[in-house]
């Protein structure tokens, strides 16, 4: 049985979604971030294709031994890196999806690295 914080979770989540494809008219990547209680990941969805574009994780062998896997510093590394991937693809212009997460500590960390280093949303 779900408890009521999952509940709302995902609510959330399909509420947000659901915004995202009605007023996504340019066709443009969904930046989809998960977070679990040890790692971060993120994936640049191409949703009329059904596949993904790039990915960036905490869990990936590029990233560095000195940072933590789950922090603001950690989540700056990988919103650089999913950046430099999509701009290594001639792609700027993204949606963000927070999924259920709030916009704040190591989800805000990632997307101000993301569009400090090129992105657009």
């Excluded at 009605?22 to 443009?28: A, G, L, Q, T, Y």
């Excluded at 990941?41 to 590029?62: F, G, L, N, P």
């Excluded at 031994?65 to 693809?89: F, Q, R």
Aim: glycine share 6%; aromatic share 10%.
């Amino acid at each position: 049985m779900m408890s009521r914080l999952d509940l709302s979770f995902c609510r959330r989540q399909r509420r947000r979604r659901f915004k995202i494809r009605s007023i996504n008219h340019d066709n443009r990547l969904r930046l989809s971030v998960f977070k679990s209680n040890k790692f971060v990941y993120v994936q640049a969805i191409d949703d009329e294709q059904h596949k993904t574009i790039a990915s960036a994780s905490s869990i990936s062998k590029d990233f560095p031994d000195s940072i933590k896997t789950y922090g603001v510093e950690g989540c700056k590394w990988i919103g650089k890196t999913i950046a430099d991937k999509l701009k290594a693809k001639k792609i700027t212009k993204i949606v963000f999806d927070l999924g259920g997460w709030q916009m704040h500590g190591c989800i805000k960390a990632l997307a101000d690295s993301a569009r400090e280093n090129g992105l657009e949303f």
